[in-house]
């Protein structure tokens, strides 16, 4: 520990205060967890892991899932995150071979 009772991190530096997740906005929170999966899943066609046939897959599956989900009682976020999925595999798909 420093002497002002920081905790040293393992490359000798203080500890950084981070922003607290939990205590951010639900839409920030979905925004950014959407923002990063397009990056990923762009990323990941553009190294070629994966085909654009699989990646269509991956968001059909995450649609039907959701989908699913959204009609238990109480599940309503569950539908609107399937629109919201299925609106970006149509997008995908026209966008690609």
Do not use: F, W
């Not at 939990?22 to 839409?27: E, I």
């Not at 979905?30 to 923002?35: F, Q």
């Not at 539908?79 to 999925?85: F, G, H, P, Q």
């Amino acid at each position: 520990m420093l002497e002002d009772g920081k905790k040293k991190s393992r490359n000798g530096c203080a500890a950084r205060r981070r922003p607290n997740v939990l205590k951010a906005k639900r839409k920030a929170i979905a925004l950014a967890a959407l923002h990063i999966t397009e990056s990923l899943l762009l990323e990941l066609e553009a190294s070629e892991l994966l085909s654009p046939k699989e990646i269509r897959g991956l968001l059909k599956d995450a649609m039907t899932t959701l989908r699913k989900a959204g009609r238990q009682e109480g599940m309503r976020n569950c539908t609107v995150a399937s629109d919201i999925v299925g609106s970006i595999l149509e997008q995908y798909a026209r966008s690609r071979p």
